[in-house]
């Protein structure tokens, strides 16, 4: 997949999807089939370096775009300059640099400054035409309310660490590897104490401005260039070990061996616990075989 940003020339004919897109959810996924229709590359335009820390970060949008079906990627980044850019402006730009045969936005696609940009002044700029497509706006109702679907509505329940109702929003529970919430890294050399009690683990530095659920003990799976384990993964400090450097530290069921250097995908989906300081190695070896346990049981 090709990756160029805002303002670099895209000569190829195109079907061109606008939007924030920070990840994919369920609407967006819709936007994407509208847009594959034409039998066109589909672009797709992303924001980068928003208020705030990012659902996917740059480096696993690419993952994630490239799993559906996107050809080519414009990065826009959410400078001053880009805050200050009038909505005619960006529309000059944007239909100057990138040859779209056709447009596919949501009905709710705002850009320029003050967000005064819509699809309606965007056609005043191309005679191609513009696709302004309903979204999905809720997913099925829980308990009797709508679960609103959005990328703030993802982020909340991430925050709040309802994993299962962001992979609802992100995928619908479904093809969980290619579209649901996951966590990219490179791996990096610990502190190596998990082997010296029969669990090894490998360690990721989460990115500054990645979006993580809240500190604990999750299980879920790991993705490798090796295979696909069920893991078990630890967000944030170690105490029993005086450890308070946030990290990601994962045990991976059934592996053997190392992959240091590689990058691997980590997909946490089921709270377990929260952090605890255990007393010696012995009651957290027991407290691991329990989740171990537990995971194996969730297969």
């Known amino acids: 997949m090709l990756k160029f940003s805002f303002g670099e020339t895209y000569i ?26 034409a039998g066109l590359p589909v672009v797709l335009t992303t924001i980068s370096g928003a208020k705030g820390r990012e659902l996917f970060t740059m ?3 690419e993952f994630v775009f490239a799993a559906a079906g996107v050809d080519a990627v ?6 001053q300059a880009l805050k200050a850019t009038s909505a005619e402006d960006f529309a000059r730009k944007l239909f100057s640099t990138i040859a779209a045969d056709k447009i596919v936005c949501g009905e709710d696609f ?4 003050g967000a005064k940009g819509t699809a309606e002044l965007l056609q005043r700029f191309t005679s191609r035409p513009i696709s302004v497509q309903k979204t999905v706006k809720y997913l099925a109702e829980e308990s009797g309310r709508a679960r609103k679907l959005s990328t703030s509505a993802c982020k909340a329940y991430l925050s709040t660490g309802e994993l299962s109702r962001l992979n609802a929003c992100l995928c619908g529970g479904a093809d969980l590897l290619s579209g649901g919430f996951f966590i990219q890294g490179t791996v990096e050399h610990g502190r190596e104490v998990g082997r010296t009690y029969g669990f090894p683990t490998l360690n990721l530095s ?7 659920p809240p500190d604990g003990v999750y299980g879920g799976v790991c ?11 630890n967000i944030g ?5 005086g450890v ?3 990290k990601i530290e994962a045990y991976l069921d059934g592996f053997s061996g190392d992959l240091y250097g590689t990058r691997v995908r980590i997909y946490p989906t089921q709270f377990y616990r929260g952090i605890q300081t255990f007393p010696s190695q012995e009651a957290l070896r027991a407290q691991l075989g329990k989740d171990i346990q537990r995971l194996k049981e969730s297969e």
């Not at 414009?74 to 400078?79: A, L, M, Q, V």
């Not at 400090?237 to 070990?241: C, D, E, I, L, N």
């Open 206 to 212: 989460p990115p500054a401005e990645k979006l993580l």
């Open 110 to 113: 705002r850009f320029g400054k």
């Open 12 to 37: 190829s004919p195109c079907t061109l999807v606008l939007g924030g897109f920070d990840g994919l959810h369920l609407g967006h996924r819709r936007l994407l089939d509208t847009a594959k229709e």
């Open 74 to 79: 414009c990065e826009i980044g959410f400078t």
């Open 237 to 241: 400090a170690r105490p029993t070990f």
């Open 223 to 233: 993705v490798t260039e090796r295979g696909t384990y069920p893991t078990i993964v």
């Open 244 to 246: 308070t450097e946030r």
């Open 59 to 61: 480096a696993e949008r």
